[in-house]
């Protein structure tokens, strides 16, 4: 599974099959169960999470006791909660694998050592934050300009393995809909 990880940094950065094997040592493989948590809410998010296979999702639960899921992350997609695991400080999300997954983690110390032996890792990260960046600017955009009908649309044709992957109640959460308002779209978009 290692070449998925190797494939992947070669889209930004080059680096020998040697240096590969190094940058690997940093990592730690884990296999995590469906619906296993990785973190809780008031934990330190202490790793950075790069899906191998699977997916997992952040979540939070609202002051009415409703998950919120705020990210997906799917293969070659990054999950952490970035304020958290930069200052070392409690962590208002959870994370949880929605299905049967295969990660590579990184824990702080061990990605402040890896940027120091390679700062071509530093360029790796930057180009992962800003994207990752942009893709957040445009969610918002999405929520506060499209109607609920629109962003759904809109969400299945820009991410169409979503839906047959992830149950449809966690997409609604992710969308900010209830399940019910979901089933409603779903069937006029039948009728």
């Known amino acids: 599974m290692s070449h998925i990880f190797k494939q992947h940094l070669e889209k930004f950065i080059s680096i020998s099959d040697e240096e590969f094997e190094t940058i ?65 400080s409690e962590s208002p999300f959870s994370f949880q694998a929605v299905e049967k997954s295969e990660v590579l983690v990184i824990d702080f110390h061990s990605q402040e050592k890896l940027l120091q032996d390679f700062p071509v890792m530093e360029r790796y990260f930057r180009f992962v934050y800003q994207r990752a960046y942009a893709a957040v600017q445009m969610r918002l955009k999405f929520l506060y300009n499209y109607s609920k009908d629109e962003l759904y649309f809109h969400f299945i044709r820009l991410h169409p393995e979503f839906v047959q992957r992830i149950p449809q109640y966690l997409v609604a959460s992710y969308l900010g809909f209830t399940p019910e308002y979901l089933s409603e779209i779903r069937k006029k978009k039948r009728s």
Not at 27 to 55: A, D, I, M, W
């Open 24 to 88: 690997l040592t940093y990592f730690t493989p884990l296999q995590v169960s469906k619906k296993e948590n990785l973190l809780q809410e008031g934990q330190v998010c202490r790793q950075h999470y790069f899906v191998l296979k699977g997916c997992l999702r952040k979540f939070f639960i609202n002051e009415k006791g409703v998950e919120i899921t705020t990210e997906f992350a799917i293969e070659t997609w990054w999950l952490t909660d970035n304020k958290s695991f930069e200052f070392q």
